[in-house]
């Protein structure tokens, strides 16, 4: 398992902080957590909404590829829906380049009707639109003289250059929440999964493991799963410090999905989000943290946090870390990186007892 932080850039709940600030700190903790030994750097894509904003992840790592030339640079993800398939091949072949081969590329097809809305989009098109594009990036990147004539986007005997680095492409990560038709679909095809510990997951990551051995290709599939992370060295002050924040951070989730909640959004694309949401409102910090749901304590208690949760789902290939969640000061989320950087990832991750290895196609 290697380890990443997973950067959001939010300002909500916060007094009088101005949107530098938001992406100064967050990118300060993003070099630390490079110079501390993490293997990748992921990114959300959300507009219009200070629970996040990253317009533009691809823009956003070409920056992180200039700064910390060591590490990884992973989209979490590119929403494939609001794009033109043509710019995204070309932004991120062009990211792929520049880094030297370092891009971990996730896409994934949305979730807030509001950024639909903004974008003039129905949410009932949201799959095709995601598939469709999906197929057109995947033949960009690894096809030149390429065409495709779909229902949104049509081309015709294009080559996107550049060519990236990695061949024949970046490798995929799709993002899944809840859809076991999107667990089986990133099976089904050989990409890589991106997840988070909130939910039934267990039965749908197996689900994913079984599809892609049933599928025929080689391995168990490849697995990101994203937590929050809080290290101290009192187990006390780490729950206390954490505990706001973290219901911080859902109060922010809550508003702004609070319409799939209130049932204001019905999609075909979207079966049973309404419970989703409503059920996301009920997370329990105490008992994420008995799950291992949430790494939050000192170190050992979160190696055991680590361990319970391996336990429970099985292994799995990378952890992506928020450090800054909710109103989590930047003192206080750069003094737990660094602690767990210097206490955990040596001696409990093995990944780090060799060089970092870099993302090949898949």
Same mark, same amino acid.
């Given at each position: 398992?290697?380890?990443?932080?997973?950067?959001?850039?939010?300002?909500?709940?916060?007094?009088?902080?101005?949107?530098?600030?938001?992406?100064?700190?967050?990118? +300060?903790?993003?070099?630390?957590?490079?110079?501390?030994?993490?293997?990748?750097?992921?990114?959300?894509?959300?507009?219009?909404?200070?629970?996040?904003?990253?317009?533009?992840?691809?823009?956003?790592?070409?920056?992180?590829?200039?700064?910390? /030339?060591?590490?990884?640079?992973?989209?979490?993800?590119?929403?494939? /829906?609001?794009?033109?398939?043509?710019?995204?091949?070309?932004?991120?072949?062009?990211?792929?380049?520049?880094?030297?081969?370092?891009?971990?590329?996730?896409?994934?097809?949305?979730?807030?009707?509001?950024?639909? #809305? #903004?974008?003039?989009?129905?949410?009932?098109?949201?799959?095709?639109?995601?598939?469709?594009?999906?197929?057109?990036?995947?033949?960009?990147?690894?096809?030149?003289?390429?065409?495709?004539?779909?229902?949104?986007?049509?081309?015709?005997?294009?080559?996107?250059?550049?060519?990236?680095?990695?061949?024949?492409? /970046?490798?995929?990560?799709?993002?899944?929440?809840?859809?076991? $038709?999107?667990?089986?679909?990133?099976?089904?095809?050989?990409?890589?999964?991106?997840?988070?510990?909130?939910?039934?997951?267990?039965?749908?990551?197996? +689900?994913?493991?079984?599809?892609?051995?049933?599928?025929?290709?080689?391995?168990?599939?490849?697995?990101?799963?994203?937590?929050?992370?809080?290290?101290?060295?009192?187990?006390?002050?780490?729950?206390?410090?954490?505990?706001?924040?973290?219901?911080?951070?859902?109060?922010?989730?809550?508003?702004?999905?609070?319409?799939?909640?209130?049932?204001?959004?019905?999609?075909?694309?979207?079966?049973?989000?309404?419970?989703?949401?409503?059920?996301?409102? $009920?997370?329990?910090?105490?008992?994420?943290?008995?799950?291992?749901?949430?790494?939050?304590?000192?170190?050992?208690?979160?190696?055991?946090?680590?361990?319970?949760?391996?336990?429970?789902?099985?292994?799995?290939?990378?952890?992506?870390?928020?450090?800054?969640?909710?109103?989590?000061?930047?003192?206080?989320?750069?003094?737990?990186?660094?602690?767990?950087?210097?206490?955990?990832?040596?001696?409990?991750?093995?990944?780090?007892?060799?060089?970092? +290895?870099? #993302?090949?196609?898949?």
């Amino acid at each position: 398992m290697d380890v990443g932080m997973m950067m959001v850039f939010a300002s909500y709940g916060w007094d009088n902080c101005s949107d530098d600030r938001v992406w100064d700190e967050e990118i +300060r903790l993003a070099r630390i957590a490079a110079d501390s030994g993490f293997d990748c750097l992921w990114s959300a894509e959300h507009h219009f909404n200070d629970y996040s904003f990253v317009p533009d992840n691809l823009a956003l790592m070409m920056h992180l590829a200039a700064l910390c /030339p060591d590490v990884d640079l992973g989209t979490a993800a590119v929403i494939l /829906p609001w794009h033109d398939p043509l710019r995204v091949a070309e932004n991120a072949a062009v990211l792929d380049m520049v880094s030297g081969g370092r891009l971990r590329f996730g896409m994934g097809r949305g979730l807030a009707r509001r950024e639909f #809305a #903004a974008f003039r989009l129905n949410m009932d098109e949201s799959r095709a639109r995601f598939h469709e594009g999906l197929d057109q990036v995947d033949l960009l990147l690894t096809q030149e003289g390429a065409s495709h004539r779909g229902q949104f986007h049509s081309f015709e005997n294009v080559t996107s250059l550049p060519r990236p680095t990695q061949k024949p492409r /970046p490798k995929f990560y799709i993002a899944a929440t809840q859809t076991m $038709e999107s667990f089986e679909f990133a099976a089904r095809r050989g990409y890589s999964l991106m997840t988070i510990p909130i939910g039934p997951i267990k039965p749908l990551v197996a +689900r994913y493991r079984e599809v892609w051995r049933e599928s025929g290709h080689p391995g168990d599939g490849e697995i990101m799963i994203a937590f929050h992370l809080f290290c101290d060295q009192s187990g006390k002050r780490a729950r206390d410090v954490a505990r706001d924040p973290y219901y911080q951070y859902f109060r922010v989730m809550n508003e702004s999905t609070r319409d799939w909640a209130e049932g204001k959004v019905q999609s075909k694309d979207y079966r049973d989000y309404d419970k989703s949401m409503s059920k996301m409102s $009920e997370s329990n910090f105490e008992d994420q943290i008995e799950k291992g749901s949430v790494w939050v304590g000192t170190p050992d208690e979160i190696r055991q946090n680590i361990a319970r949760f391996i336990d429970f789902m099985g292994p799995f290939e990378h952890a992506s870390l928020q450090v800054n969640f909710g109103h989590m000061g930047y003192e206080d989320a750069r003094r737990s990186m660094q602690l767990f950087a210097s206490e955990v990832l040596p001696d409990f991750l093995p990944a780090h007892a060799a060089p970092p +290895r870099k #993302a090949q196609a898949g």
